[in-house]
């Protein structure tokens, strides 16, 4: 398929207490275009929160932007998102996903190509 065997976790659960950091990571195989991340809590819609364009390592923050968090581009094929001062508000499922280089529509999301992580406090 598309996404391959695209994502991989680095722990698929994570227990903060309320003012700590953590880092969330996904592996790629693959080419992407860009590399997002979101979150989504019981009963809402999934929220956008960064997104990292794989060339050119930019940063396109959701708006309004969430400013203790943070994306990060490793060794090409690692993204991070990194929480700091975590609050109770920020327990979520996040998950990861790419927009593939050959999607016709930039917009598409492959609903197949992310990955939950769930974030307790």
């Known amino acids: 398929g598309i996404c391959g065997n695209v994502i991989r976790p680095n722990q698929p659960s994570v227990v903060l207490t309320e003012g700590s950091s953590t880092t969330l990571s996904c592996t790629y195989d693959g080419s992407a275009y860009s590399l997002h991340w979101y979150r989504q809590k019981p009963g809402s ?10 060339s050119s390592k930019t940063v396109v923050p959701a708006s309004p932007p969430h400013p203790h968090m943070s994306i990060r581009l ?8 990194e929480i700091s001062s975590a609050a109770v508000s920020d327990s979520a499922l996040y998950y990861c996903a790419l927009e593939p280089t ?3 529509k ?3 999301l492959y609903k197949n190509c992310f990955l939950f992580f769930k974030v307790e406090l």
């Open 45 to 54: 819609k999934p929220e956008f929160l960064l997104l990292i364009m794989k």
């Open 74 to 81: 490793r060794n090409n094929n690692d993204v991070d998102l």
């Open 102 to 104: 050959v999607s016709g």
């Open 106 to 108: 930039p917009t598409t």
